[in-house]
């Protein structure tokens, strides 16, 4: 069983930065790693990808150049550094684990992780 606890949410003004952690316990060594997002009345996003090895790594096109998902495998942690935020990537920020196999093939698309965090809150404001 693989258990992930994100943190590092919080209230920012509009050009600011954010840095979510991912805590990772369980064996998750064949899986891949990804964030998501939920904004309310909106369906859930795919924001970045990063593989079992933390060297490849996948972006959707709203955060290209402006947020970085990076991983340090000795301490079980998956990071999503998020910089130039605007108000539209207001959401519940989740973090997720799914066989790697199945997220090559479809890296945003949350149907094929398996494993969820509890999500946190991120809220730019203009």
């Known amino acids: 069983q693989v258990q992930l606890v994100e943190s590092g949410g919080g209230s920012v003004q509009a050009g600011g930065s954010l840095r979510l952690s991912c805590a990772a316990s369980g064996d998750y060594s064949s899986l891949d790693m990804g964030w998501f997002r939920q904004a309310p009345g909106k369906e859930r996003e795919g924001v970045a990808t990063?593989?079992?090895?933390?060297?490849?790594?996948y972006d959707a096109d709203s955060v290209k150049g402006r947020f970085t998902v990076s991983q340090d495998i000795a301490k079980n942690m998956v990071f999503l550094q998020m910089n130039s935020l605007k108000p539209e990537d207001t959401a519940m920020y989740y973090c997720?684990?799914?066989?790697?196999?199945?997220?090559?093939?479809?890296?945003?698309?949350?149907?094929?992780?398996?494993?969820w965090g509890q999500g946190t809150q991120v809220t730019v404001s203009s």
């Open positions: 990063i593989d079992t090895g933390g060297e490849s790594t």
């Open positions: 997720a684990a799914g066989l790697a196999p199945l997220v090559a093939l479809r890296p945003l698309n949350g149907a094929v992780y398996n494993y």
